[in-house]
């Protein structure tokens, strides 16, 4: 996986062309670009290195998952501030929970961003539940820095969020979002990180060119950068299901 999953210079680019299913056509170009600030992707030589890894696609957790709706997100959301890492996401010593695992999966959405620090007056998900009932989180910069983990975004999916808007993103944890097809990692141009309350309620639309994200709480209305080229391999699971669906793997490869 880390070979077909290497940095590219921050720049956008695509590239797609028709298939026999036009819903998930295949790449055509060599790389994907995507243009986030911290945060590259190129998915290099996608029909002919893709192997079976340890990451393990959203819909991996249940066969009668169906891709997440991809337009519009509505909700309560759940602010944090910079260099979130993947030990306050999802500590170490949860990681020998099994995401393909049903009950695995359920329980490590009970430890989403069960190591953020007491500063934190409100737990993302209240002690014996294992649902959020923040459905959208909020970031400042270097959202998912840390270790390489793919539990991280797993964790937050498992946990019923549907999107992470943040400033910025370590590279590794949006890889991770767009690889396992959780959850849907936005940029915004500023800091709404400090315009939004926990507990605010607001909306997330994804469009064809800028998203924006509405604070119904405040009356605001935020810019947000485009998903790009990420959002269908999210839209139909991750990578793996993506990739199926779109003829580059044999749907036989588990």
Same mark, same amino acid.
């Not at 819903?23 to 002919?48: D, E």
């Not at 890894?53 to 501030?81: D, M, N, W």
């Given at each position: 996986?880390?070979?077909?999953?290497?940095?590219?210079?921050?720049?956008?680019?695509?590239?797609?062309?028709?298939?026999?299913?036009?819903?998930?056509?295949?790449?055509?170009?060599?790389?994907?670009?995507?243009?986030?600030?911290?945060?590259? @992707?190129?998915?290099?030589?996608?029909?002919?290195?893709?192997?079976?890894?340890?990451?393990?696609?959203?819909?991996?957790?249940?066969?009668?998952?169906?891709?997440?709706?991809?337009?519009?997100?509505?909700?309560?959301?759940?602010?944090?501030?910079?260099? @979130?890492?993947? $030990?306050?996401?999802?500590? %170490?010593?949860?990681?020998?929970?099994?995401?393909?695992?049903? %009950?695995?999966?359920?329980?490590?959405?009970?430890?989403?961003?069960?190591?953020?620090?007491?500063?934190?007056?409100?737990?993302?998900?209240?002690?014996?539940?294992?649902?959020?009932?923040?459905?959208?989180?909020?970031?400042?910069?270097?959202?998912?820095?840390?270790?390489?983990?793919?539990?991280?975004?797993?964790?937050?999916?498992?946990?019923?969020?549907?999107?992470?808007?943040?400033?910025?993103?370590?590279?590794?944890?949006?890889?991770?979002?767009?690889?396992?097809?959780?959850?849907?990692?936005?940029?915004?141009?500023?800091?709404?990180?400090?315009?939004?309350?926990?507990?605010?309620?607001?909306?997330?639309?994804?469009?064809?060119? $800028?998203?924006?994200?509405?604070?119904?709480?405040?009356?605001?209305?935020?810019?947000?950068?485009? @998903?790009? $080229?990420?959002?269908?391999? @999210? $839209?139909?699971?991750?990578?793996?299901?993506?990739?199926?669906?779109?003829?580059?793997?044999?749907?036989?490869?588990?």
């Amino acid at each position: 996986m880390a070979a077909s999953l290497q940095s590219a210079n921050p720049t956008f680019s695509r590239n797609l062309t028709s298939s026999k299913n036009p819903s998930f056509a295949p790449f055509q170009s060599s790389s994907i670009r995507v243009n986030y600030a911290s945060t590259a @992707i190129n998915f290099k030589s996608l029909s002919s290195s893709i192997t079976p890894s340890s990451i393990v696609p959203r819909a991996a957790a249940s066969s009668t998952a169906e891709p997440q709706a991809r337009k519009t997100f509505h909700g309560l959301c759940y602010v944090v501030g910079d260099n @979130i890492d993947t $030990d306050q996401i999802i500590p %170490a010593e949860y990681l020998t929970l099994v995401p393909s695992n049903p %009950a695995d999966y359920e329980k490590l959405g009970s430890y989403a961003l069960i190591g953020l620090p007491g500063s934190y007056k409100n737990r993302f998900v209240e002690p014996g539940d294992t649902k959020s009932k923040y459905s959208i989180i909020i970031g400042g910069e270097n959202f998912g820095c840390g270790s390489s983990r793919e539990h991280a975004p797993v964790c937050l999916g498992a946990a019923g969020a549907k999107t992470v808007v943040a400033q910025s993103y370590a590279r590794i944890f949006f890889r991770n979002s767009v690889a396992t097809g959780e959850i849907y990692p936005l940029d915004s141009e500023i800091r709404v990180c400090e315009e939004c309350k926990t507990g605010d309620v607001v909306t997330v639309e994804l469009r064809e060119g $800028d998203s924006v994200l509405i604070n119904h709480t405040t009356g605001k209305a935020y810019k947000l950068k485009a @998903i790009g $080229d990420a959002g269908p391999v @999210i $839209d139909a699971g991750g990578i793996f299901d993506y990739a199926r669906k779109a003829g580059m793997i044999s749907s036989a490869v588990a």
